[in-house]
């Protein structure tokens, strides 16, 4: 498996990615995010999971959605996840408001598949 495939298991199946941190220390491919960052978007989904567990499970139906949409980059969706995953918990925005601003996202890819049809 690629170094892509193992984290987009880690993401759609709710695996620590602390774990796939140690995993991917065997595999010689560059990935999209460092160390510090993967463990820190599992503290966030972890802090997510316990301090809000309705936005948690509505984040992972909305991934779901954009894989659904299957707009054409499939490695994108676990790599844009983390990175909505990442904002949460910094500045003003709260974990609603990037929930809601992901999903947003749904509306308008949607639109440009009926669009390509």
Known sequence: MSLIEIFSDYVYNRKNLKEYVEVRKSIH??????????CEAEDN??????????IY???YDALQEYVK???????????DFIREILKMYKGSSTPKDIYENYKAG????????????
């Open 106 to 117: 749904l509306s308008h890819n949607a639109s440009l598949v009926s669009h390509r049809g």
């Open 69 to 79: 949409l299957d707009m054409g980059h499939p490695t994108e969706y676990p790599i």
């Open 45 to 54: 989904l972890q802090k997510l999971k316990e301090n809000d567990p309705e």
């Open 57 to 59: 499970e509505l984040m």
């Open 29 to 38: 491919e560059r990935g999209e995010f460092n160390d510090d960052k993967l």
